[in-house]
């Protein structure tokens, strides 16, 4: 019997030399000392022996069982060791390697525009407010001083939601609710800049999406030239100091009286060129005096308040800032386009 235990231990002892990985060690672990080994069933075997063996035979099986165990745990480390390292040469990097370039990304130009909007007229004052893209009839159209018979509808070809809602087709929208909503709290000073929608067909200079930046002050005793120095100090701000500006009569429902806004080409600084028509001045804006209809519909004394009003296209500035020959650009996410704005940052 002492002889088979022998046997057993030198044959573990062999197949334990070949082992390369700690699976293998594993599965060599519980062929031999696992409840099914051979170890286990030589343990099994003592209730054939008699008396006077069981304990010497015990006594060899545990002492073979145990030193086994403690060759197994001296091999586990070795190869532990030996596959560390083998991982770390594996996974050695190489420091004196060029890095990887790190993308990143930039504002959108009409963002920068809005921003540098927005900065122009916090800074004189104003406050950013903001309104809901589905909008009211009433707020968009009624209390625009638009009723649903008039023709300045038709220069707006709407979406609408049903009969009561729409997709704004102008931010004005915005500047009608804080009419209402500030009513008792005058003077009122705010910019409101926002995505609007009307049904037009996309091309070079036209969008069915686009963002506008309107702009609303109401106060006792604002004039025409109050309107005409604000419009002076954003245009040179955003489009340099050499920008001149022209105010040419117009209509607009909300404002009366209504004027359409020009600024010097700045291409040709005012000579005449292809990009201006050979006229020396691009449009850019409308504006005028808020009704006074549209004051007394939000419950404000057009009598004791006036104000001033104007609306500019965020893309119409961005292509004139920037150069932009086509406002698709802005919408097509070609990274190639966007890129080039990571310098006006």
């Given at each position: 019997?002492?002889?088979?235990i022998?046997?057993?231990?030198?044959?573990?002892l062999a197949?334990?030399?070949t082992v390369?990985t700690?699976?293998?060690?594993?599965?060599?672990?519980?062929?031999y000392?696992?409840?099914k080994g051979?170890?286990?069933?030589l343990?099994?075997?003592?209730?054939?022996?008699?008396?006077?063996?069981?304990?010497?035979?015990?006594?060899?099986?545990?002492?073979?069982?145990?030193?086994l165990?403690?060759?197994?745990?001296?091999?586990?480390?070795?190869i532990s060791?030996?596959?560390?390292?083998?991982?770390?040469?594996?996974?050695?990097?190489?420091?004196?390697?060029?890095g990887?370039?790190?993308?990143?990304g930039?504002?959108h130009?009409?963002?920068?525009?809005?921003?540098?909007?927005e900065?122009?007229?916090?800074?004189?004052?104003?406050t950013v407010?903001e309104g809901?893209?589905?909008?009211?009839?009433?707020?968009?159209?009624e209390r625009?001083n638009?009723?649903q018979?008039h023709?300045?509808?038709?220069?707006?070809?709407?979406?609408?939601?049903?009969?009561?809602r729409?997709?704004?087709t102008?931010?004005t929208a915005?500047?009608t609710?804080?009419?209402?909503?500030g009513?008792e709290?005058?003077p009122l000073?705010?910019?409101?800049?926002?995505k609007?929608?009307?049904?037009?067909d996309?091309d070079?200079?036209?969008?069915?999406?686009?963002?506008?930046?309107e702009g609303?002050?109401?106060?006792?005793?604002?004039?025409?030239a109050?309107l005409?120095?604000?419009?002076?100090?954003m245009?040179?701000k955003i489009?340099?100091?050499?920008?001149?500006?022209?105010?040419?009569?117009?209509?607009f429902p909300?404002?009366?009286?209504?004027v359409e806004v020009?600024i010097?080409?700045?291409?040709c600084?005012?000579?005449?060129?292809?990009?201006?028509?050979?006229?020396?001045?691009?449009?850019?804006?409308?504006a005028?005096?808020?009704?006074p209809g549209v004051l007394?519909?939000?419950?404000?004394?057009?009598?004791?308040?006036?104000?001033?009003a104007?609306?500019?296209g965020?893309e119409?500035i961005?292509?004139l800032?920037?150069?932009?020959d086509?406002?698709?650009?802005f919408?097509?996410?070609d990274?190639r386009?966007?890129k080039?704005?990571?310098?006006f940052?």
């Amino acid at each position: 019997m002492s002889e088979k235990i022998a046997q057993l231990k030198e044959k573990a002892l062999a197949e334990l030399a070949t082992v390369e990985t700690t699976k293998q060690l594993q599965d060599l672990k519980v062929q031999y000392l696992g409840k099914k080994g051979p170890i286990q069933e030589l343990m099994m075997t003592m209730k054939d022996l008699s008396k006077e063996e069981r304990p010497i035979f015990g006594q060899a099986v545990n002492e073979v069982k145990k030193y086994l165990e403690s060759k197994f745990e001296e091999a586990a480390v070795v190869i532990s060791e030996r596959e560390l390292a083998k991982k770390l040469e594996e996974e050695k990097i190489d420091i004196t390697l060029p890095g990887y370039k790190m993308e990143h990304g930039n504002l959108h130009p009409l963002v920068l525009v809005q921003r540098e909007l927005e900065d122009v007229f916090i800074g004189m004052g104003y406050t950013v407010e903001e309104g809901p893209e589905v909008e009211y009839d009433l707020y968009n159209f009624e209390r625009a001083n638009i009723p649903q018979d008039h023709p300045a509808r038709d220069m707006q070809d709407t979406f609408y939601i049903d009969a009561e809602r729409l997709l704004r087709t102008h931010t004005t929208a915005i500047q009608t609710r804080q009419l209402e909503a500030g009513k008792e709290k005058m003077p009122l000073k705010m910019i409101c800049p926002g995505k609007v929608y009307r049904r037009d067909d996309d091309d070079a200079t036209h969008s069915h999406q686009f963002t506008q930046i309107e702009g609303l002050v109401v106060a006792e005793g604002i004039t025409l030239a109050d309107l005409k120095g604000t419009l002076e100090f954003m245009a040179r701000k955003i489009l340099g100091e050499k920008c001149a500006v022209r105010f040419r009569p117009s209509f607009f429902p909300f404002t009366e009286p209504s004027v359409e806004v020009d600024i010097s080409c700045h291409m040709c600084g005012g000579k005449g060129c292809n990009v201006c028509k050979h006229t020396g001045w691009i449009e850019v804006l409308g504006a005028g005096m808020v009704h006074p209809g549209v004051l007394e519909m939000a419950g404000i004394d057009s009598k004791k308040y006036s104000g001033f009003a104007f609306g500019v296209g965020i893309e119409r500035i961005a292509m004139l800032k920037y150069g932009v020959d086509d406002i698709r650009h802005f919408y097509t996410n070609d990274l190639r386009f966007l890129k080039g704005f990571s310098r006006f940052e």
